[in-house]
Antibody
Framework: EVQLVESGGGLVKPGGSLRLSCAASGFTFSSYSMNWVRQAPGKGLEWVSSISSSSSYIYYADSVKGRFTISRDNAKNSLYLQMNSLRAEDTAVYYC????????WGQGTLVTVSS | QSALTQPASVSGSPGQSITISCTGT?????????VSWYQQHPGKAPKLMIYDVSNRPSGVSNRFSGSKSGNTASLTISGLQAEDEADYYCSSYTSSSTQVFGTGTKVTVL
């Protein structure tokens, strides 16, 4: 059974940093691209970033480019999102999602940016 | 990258069919057969319902079908059931190698 479990969310002040993790199991993690998708409270889904299976290709939404860094450790079956210079508008539930077409999602981790 | 355009809400009676549209541009929906649809119930993670325009993952009811014409993709739910009441989002691959989601549609079963 495919499982994706996010962690690392919490309350952080504007300008602060946070690192999210996504632990994957139930599939060959190293064979699939992975993504981060977020959803602000009461709002729609927003794609944040994607990384190819071997980390050769990495892409970001314009809204986070230069502030967020996606990475993965295939030996640990884990996906990460380093978030720096956080803003109030980054407040959202952050989901990790498997594959180019997001066939599996984690339960999400809430990031709140507030003073 | 601007969000794809979906109607804010669509409603139907049990047993009826409804269609949700997802309008983009030639740089996303119209340019690639990489449109997906997701169902999201309140407080839950999204669930993949359709991928690559019209393919249904294993376990998804055949009451859900997808299609595309030009820059607009569509999700049709036939034989509407109470459990189909949820938010629905489309997504598409883009010419920038990024992904873009639709604005979301709330489906109400009357």
């Amino acid at each position: 059974e495919v499982q994706l479990v996010e962690s690392g969310g919490g309350l952080v002040k504007p300008g602060g940093s946070l690192r999210l993790s996504c632990a994957a199991s139930g599939f060959t993690f190293s064979s699939y691209s992975m993504n981060w998708v977020r959803q602000a409270p009461g709002k729609g889904l927003e794609w944040v970033s994607s990384i190819s299976s071997s980390s050769s290709y990495i892409y970001y939404a314009d809204s986070v480019k230069g502030r967020f860094t996606i990475s993965r450790d295939n030996a640990k079956n884990s996906l990460y999102l380093q978030m720096n210079s956080l803003r109030a508008e980054d407040t959202a539930v952050y989901y990790c999602a498997k594959n180019d077409y997001f066939d599996y999602w984690g339960q999400g981790t809430l990031v709140t940016v507030s003073s | 990258q601007s969000a794809l355009t979906q109607p804010a809400s669509v409603s139907g009676s049990p047993g009826q069919s409804i269609t949700i549209s997802c309008t983009g541009t030639s740089s996303d929906v119209g340019g690639y057969n990489y449109v997906s649809w997701y169902q999201q119930h309140p407080g839950k993670a999204p669930k993949l319902m359709i991928y690559d325009v019209s393919n249904r993952p294993s376990g998804v009811s055949n009451r859900f079908s997808g299609s595309k014409s030009g820059n607009t993709a569509s999700l049709t739910i036939s034989g509407l059931q109470a459990e189909d009441e949820a938010d629905y989002y489309c997504s598409s691959y883009t010419s920038s190698s990024t992904q873009v989601f639709g604005t979301g549609t709330k489906v109400t079963v009357l």
